[in-house]
Every structure is written in structure tokens, then in C-alpha cells.
């Protein structure tokens, strides 16, 4: 049975399935989040309705995020190194197993082997097939996608803002090339970011993104990616990823302008909570922090 410190907040009844390409079957699982402690939320991948703990009774596979609370967890703040580490440990999770990019709103992503530097170079993805490893990016309004390939184990994390949108594209055929991942066999989760509800942009740029990511083709999961003057990044992602042929995306219903809980630019400014998005093994009998 999963832990139920990470068994997910999403309502069975709102489970919404529809039809993608060639008339295939996917599944969008939505939830919200629950923080523990003031400082965590854990959510899980899911897989036909059930949260994913491949991993065993006392360790599964999962998601998290940073509080707003916890304090800025920002690679360019030199204070930020002390919450992060705190907040690593309060997991279980060792910070020298962690891995992490040189974050540039870009749609590169790092193919990581246990080996690889810990902190990478220019990117804003990561992919690694590794119970040992952790992969983590920071977020303030954009969108942090989680992927798990149910068959080989490996795993990613993509940070998705407005011009990285389309990176989720290069995590998938990076797990393909390196691992034969079946898109079938993935499961995704869009995290919290700002919702269509407050994200919105100039003309200039919804006229780009409607024209790169909301074409006549295709499902649309969660509807169009523009509604009036504003954007919306769940729906762009869930478009790419069902449109390549993943089945099962776990839905994020927070908005990091609107909840204060969490870290937003927009909303808090200069000095804004970068939150820390991590995926990874998790165990919670080696938590040993409580802030």
C-alpha cells in the first residue's frame, strides 16, 4: 500500500477521460495540494486511477514542492543553499544525490547518468534512470512537469515557463532514445504554476504561442492553450503530451498567483519564493526534520 504521506488529494470523481490522437483513451487526474508541516506537498504519479508505488511498501516513487514558507530555494541566492539543504533533509534525501540545472528558461534537457556532475550546465530538464537520485528544479509561476516510465523506472523533470514550453517534447524523446520509453507507459504530472486565470500576457505574445502550440490538430485535454488576452501552460503541456501518446497526466488545480502558499513573480515581485520541485524515491521512515 503507498504511504499516505504521499497518497494524492485528487477526487476519483473528476477523473476526465477523453479521446487523443488516433482515438486513444487518456486520463487527467486532477488534485490539489496539501501541505505537511507547512513546508512539503507530496503527490504521486498515477497510473490507471491508482498512485504508483513501484518502488515497495516502504519507499515509492513521488513528486514534491516547497512552501512558500520554506524560503526561497533560489541557486542565485547565496542564503537560499541552507533552506534547501533543510529542506532536503527533512525528506530523507541526501543533497550530495541531488542533480540539478543552470536553469535558463530554455527547452534543453540533460541526460544524467549517477555519475554525472551534480549541478549541470545550462538546461531546465532533467532526465535519469536512478533510485538513488534526485532531480530537482526551482519555479515561481512556471510549470514543473514530472514524467515516469512506468517500465523502466526512469524518470524526469522539466521547468516550463512561457518560452520553454515544448521542452516536455525533448524530455519524452530523450527517456525514448535513451531508455525505449513507450509514451503509453508514462506517467506525468503538471505541477502547480500560475493559472489562465492571472497569466495575462501582450498580444504579441499569445499570437506566438497560440500559433506554435494551440494548431486545428489534436486533442485538447484541458481546452484551448489562450483564452482571451492570457495563457495557459497546464493546457499547452497537457496538449504536447497527450498529442505524443502519454495517457495518464496528474493535474495540479493550485494557482501560484492566487495561493499563498506558494512562490510567485508575479505577485510577490524582485525578492519573489523560488520553490523547489523535486522528484524522486522517497522514504519516509528516513525523514529526520520536522521545521
Known amino acids: 500500500m503507498l504511504p499516505n504521506w504521499i497518497t494524492p488529494p485528487y477526487n476519483h470523481n473528476r477523473d476526465f477521460t477523453g479521446l487523443g490522437t488516433r482515438d486513444r483513451e487518456f486520463h487527467i487526474y486532477p488534485f490539489h495540494l496539501v501541505f505537511q508541516e507547512e513546508t512539503t506537498a507530496w503527490f504521486s504519479f498515477i497510473m490507471d486511477g491508482e498512485a504508483l508505488a513501484p518502488q515497495g511498501e516502504n519507499s515509492s516513487i513521488a513528486c514534491a514542492i516547497s512552501s512558500r514558507s520554506a524560503g526561497t530555494m533560489s541557486f542565485k541566492v547565496p542564503a537560499a543553499t541552507l533552506h534547501r539543504h533543510r529542506w532536503y533533509t527533512s525528506l530523507g534525501v541526501d543533497p550530495g544525490q541531488v542533480f540539478t540545472c543552470t536553469q535558463v528558461h530554455s527547452r534543453e534537457v540533460l541526460a544524467l547518468e549517477p555519475e554525472s556532475p551534480h549541478e549541470g550546465p545550462f538546461a531546465d530538464g532533467m532526465i535519469i534512470q536512478d533510485p538513488r537520485s534526485y532531480l530537482v528544479v526551482t519555479v515561481a ?13 526512469g524518470f524526469g523533470l522539466v521547468h516550463s515557463g512561457w518560452k520553454g514550453t515544448g521542452i516536455v517534447i525533448k524530455a519524452l524523446q530523450l527517456m525514448e532514445a535513451r ?10 504530472v503538471l505541477g502547480p504554476c500560475i493559472g489562465s486565470c ?8 499569445v499570437q506566438g504561442f497560440e500559433q506554435e502550440f494551440g494548431g486545428p490538430d489534436g486533442a485538447y485535454p484541458l481546452g484551448p492553450v489562450v483564452k ?13 503530451l497527450v498529442n505524443a501518446g502519454v495517457r495518464h497526466i496528474a493535474l495540479c488545480q493550485d494557482c501560484t498567483f492566487m495561493d499563498e502558499r506558494l512562490g510567485s513573480f508575479r505577485r510577490e515581485g524582485p525578492s519573489y519564493t523560488a520553490m523547489a520541485a523535486l522528484v524522486g524515491v522517497l522514504h519516509p521512515h528516513e525523514r529526520k526534520i520536522r521545521f
Open 141 to 153: 509561476d512556471c510549470l514543473p512537469v514530472y514524467l515516469y516510465d512506468t517500465e523502466s523506472r
Open 228 to 240: 482571451g488576452s492570457a495563457l495557459d501552460l497546464q493546457a499547452a503541456n497537457a496538449r504536447l
Open 198 to 205: 492571472c497569466y495575462q500576457v501582450e498580444e504579441a505574445r
Open 179 to 188: 531508455w525505449h520509453t513507450r509514451p503509453e507507459a508514462v506517467a506525468a
